[in-house]
């Protein structure tokens, strides 16, 4: 208590980590992405990594724009591309902790190839995949991730595509980290959120969050506060669940947790290994080896 | 201000390379340490050689998924503070073009290398063309300009490779560098200078202080912003969309003028600074042949039968393609009877020369769908042509 | 038969029957309130009820919450949850200065 009282901030803790001068931000009125950015900003504060050492991209979408409003090296690409962008940043500089930070039609649709091989070859990266089951700043249209029977502007008599599983995905792929919490799990998103930045490797974290103004309006779920009480009532944590079971059915219950948390080496561990053992004393290592969250 | 090379990257000697190794020592010596590709014929010998010789030199070379994927981890890399280099061919070249726009727009000085082959579509993977040389400069949507060289032996493509990331970094653009299959392919003698004699042009790294700094505002030359890396604590934003000097999008169409105004004039503006051309015979010439890549060399053989004919033709032989020579040109209108433009394509600087000539001499075409070079008898009839005319 | 140390313990720690409970913590609620967007999550979830939406507006015509700093307890939960930064707590004193 002594201690929570003399270290007290007086401002919001996003304050010194967000760009101030740009706010408010474009994000609707009960939008999701804001509390998962909020958790964001108050991780980086808790996890110990140096501000400058870590960058952030991002794609295009409403959860694209968090990269213009991140106090990070910050990085706003094409639709679909953040990942091999952060690859190639990861790999050049192996001292910098690289987070992905966009949504689940820039990742898992255009961007799906990307995060399967991002994923394979565990480069060192966080990808944060904020998951509003639609395509938000574009009007609302179907996702990899949109439920059957729900409705979106290109499925406008419901979705009749089974939807991704993230986790199972990520997990499936080679992820070293997998999580999935929900905008309302504020504590756990942002401890998850810690793990995966100071973990060496490929980590993921699945953010399901509501978008009221389309999937919730397209859907009549309510407004952004209805769809967080539908998340209170309907979300389970099964922390080490089989993420084969844990899909999201339309007005379906969420599992959330961390799925999967173990050690692998990255992909510069392998480079460099491979290379050395094979050119030995000709081969010049790139990176040192790996120091908790990031390559230097 | 320029430095020379790393000595780790350059292989110093004589050496009997063909066109695509030549390129990769080339970026090697330019201070290239990251390459991501795709294999694609005929261009995979590039990235094969980066990758055999990168772990020994110092860097990274990965084969990425997809060409969209290595075309945009170069630019993550270069914001990591590398020299950063892809390779491809015309499907490839294709699917990079949304990313040739980002660095346009971000201004992020890396080299695209597209070794021509025959198309369109998947075309003629193992024979040469020059039918991606308009896409080069106007491949991507929108307005935006880049450079683009133009070799025609393997000794050109280890020059004009180092030539293009300097030019990269020297305007922050991204700078393409056309070979073709043939040049590609073909072994000839290259000579690989010392260090000390490679002239290397160093990333313009801002010299303002971090609260000082504005990525997108003009530093060098009254054109050109300073360049920062990921990790030095500038936090800055960098994005594809419409910017302010602060980096943060404006969506308006004062902040567009502004932005991408100064995109396509830096390059416009300085064009006579960038453009570089090869000139033969062209004194007193009633005809000037134009060419660029391994056309050039077989138009040579046809000059030099033209010459047995009696006829005075000269060469006019861009190594820089884009910007493309318009002053020469024009000032070569008005001195020649005909231009005869030679080119492994249904014809695509023709009709820049054309404009040029502004009717001021006439303009020949002799055009090829590609798969092998010309027959020098079909240029030299049509030199022969164009100096009976007028 | 329980520990003699322990029941004395107990006894020590235990206070006097309708004594007030201590409170733990006293902190300050702080509202932007130009920048919130009325999305009522800070209000819903807040552990101790201590918000409620007010009836005036701001000038884009959101209601902006009011607090009963009596029973705001400095859990930081509001701080997260809000998607517009622009809800905190700040501690004033604590139990143990008090």
């Known amino acids: 208590m002594e201690t929570a009282a003399k270290t007290r901030k007086t401002a919001h803790v ?54 213009g409003y991140v106090k990070l090296d910050s990085f706003h690409t094409t639709h679909g591309r953040p990942i091999p962008f952060a690859t190639g940043l990861a790999l050049a500089n192996p001292g910098l902790k690289v987070v992905v930070y966009s949504g689940d039609g ?190 230097s | 201000m320029k430095t020379t090379a790393d000595p780790k990257g350059v292989l110093t000697g004589e050496h009997f390379l063909d066109g695509d190794w030549s390129c990769a020592e080339g970026a090697l010596a330019a201070g290239c340490r990251f390459v991501a590709g795709y294999p694609i014929t005929p261009s995979t010998e590039t990235v094969e050689r980066f990758g055999q010789r990168i772990p020994i030199v110092g860097g990274v070379f990965i084969q990425m998924e997809d060409e969209i994927a290595s075309s945009i981890a170069i630019q993550g890399a270069v914001w990591a503070g590398l020299k950063a280099m892809t390779v491809t061919s015309g499907p490839g070249f294709s699917l990079m073009m949304e990313h040739i726009g980002l660095a346009a727009m971000t201004e992020t000085p890396c080299v695209f290398v597209d070794v021509q082959r025959g198309g369109p579509s998947t075309g003629l993977p193992t024979l040469p063309g020059q039918a991606d040389v308009m896409q080069a400069r106007w491949g991507s949507h929108g307005d935006y300009e880049v450079i683009a060289v133009c070799p025609n032996s393997p000794q050109e493509s280890f020059d004009l490779t180092v030539h293009a990331f300097n030019l990269s970094e020297q305007y922050r653009v991204p700078v393409m560098v056309m070979l073709d299959e043939c040049v590609g392919h073909m072994y000839e ?11 290397v042009f160093p990333r313009r790294w801002t010299k303002q202080p971090k609260d000082k700094y504005l990525p997108f505002e003009p530093e060098f030359d009254g054109w050109i912003p300073g360049m920062v890396k990921a990790g030095d604590g500038y936090f800055l934003h960098v994005t594809g969309l419409t910017h302010d000097e602060r980096g943060y999008p404006q969506m308006n169409a004062e ?22 051309y090869e000139e033969t015979s062209i ?22 039968m033209a010459g047995s004919h009696g006829v005075k033709v ?50 020949h075409l002799v055009d ?23 | 038969m329980a520990d003699q140390t322990v029941v004395a313990t107990l006894r020590a720690r235990s206070r006097a029957f309708g ?63 809000c998607p517009e930064f622009s809800i905190y707590s700040v501690v004033l004193t604590s139990s143990a200065e008090e």
């Open chain 1, 14 to 67: 996003a304050d010194a980590l967000l760009r101030m001068d740009r706010m408010p931000h474009i994000w609707c009125p009960g939008c999701g992405i804001g509390p998962t950015v909020n958790c964001f900003a108050s991780a980086l504060a808790k996890c110990g990594i140096e501000r400058e050492k870590i960058s952030i991209v991002s794609g295009i979408g409403c959860t694209g724009r968090v990269a």
């Open chain 1, 106 to 295: 820039d990742i898992m649709a255009i961007g799906g190839n990307h995060f399967i091989h991002a994923a394979r070859r565990n480069v060192n990266m966080t990808v944060i995949c904020v998951n509003n089951f639609i395509y938000g700043m574009t009007g609302g249209q179907v996702a990899p991730t949109t439920p059957e029977e729900a409705r979106a502007t290109t499925t406008p008599y419901g979705c009749y595509e089974p939807p991704l599983n993230l986790p199972f995905l990520a997990e499936s792929c080679g992820a070293v980290y997998v999580a999935r919490w929900t905008a309302l799990h504020i504590r756990n998103m942002t401890n998850s959120m810690v793990e995966a930045l100071t973990k060496k490797g490929f980590s993921f974290i699945e953010l399901i969050a509501p978008c009221p103004t389309l999937y919730g309006r397209l859907n009549r779920l309510g407004d952004g506060l209805d769809m967080l009480k539908f998340f209170r009532e309907n979300s389970e944590i099964r922390n080490g669940a089989d993420t084969h079971t844990i899909d999201i059915g339309f007005k379906g219950k969420i599992v959330c947790g961390t799925f999967v948390n173990k050690e692998a080496p990255t992909y510069l561990d392998r480079m460099n290994a491979q290379l050395a053992k094979v050119l030995k004393d000709r081969y010049v290592p790139w990176g040192a080896s790996a120091t908790t969250g990031s390559e």
């Open chain 2, 189 to 199: 003698k290259v000579v690989i200078p010392k260090p000390e004699d490679i002239e």
């Open chain 2, 255 to 276: 902040c567009q003028e502004k932005c991408v105004r100064r995109l396509v004039d830096k390059i416009r503006k300085n064009a006579e600074r960038i453009v570089c």
């Open chain 2, 283 to 304: 004194e007193g010439a009633d005809v000037a042949v134009v060419t660029y890549g391994i056309t050039s060399r077989v138009a040579y053989a046809a000059m030099e």
């Open chain 2, 314 to 363: 000269g060469m006019h032989r861009p190594t820089v393609i884009w910007p493309f020579p318009e002053k020469r040109i024009r000032e070569l209108a008005s001195q020649v009877k005909a231009f005869v433009v030679v080119e492994m394509n249904y014809g695509q600087i023709y009709y820049e020369v054309e404009r040029l000539a502004a009717g001021k001499c006439d303009v």
């Open chain 2, 368 to 390: 090829h769908g590609g798969g092998t070079v010309h027959d020098p008898e079909a240029i030299l009839e049509c030199i022969i042509k164009a100096a009976g005319q007028r």
């Open chain 3, 19 to 81: 004594a007030p409970k201590p409170r733990p913590v006293r902190a300050k609620i702080v509202v932007e309130w130009e920048r919130c967007k009325g999305c009522s999550f800070c209000v819903e979830f807040c552990p101790q009820g201590a918000l409620k939406l007010s009836a005036e507006f701001n000038k884009k015509g959101y209601h902006p919450p009011l607090a009963d700093e009596e029973k705001c307890l400095d859990c930081g939960f509001c701080e997260l949850v």
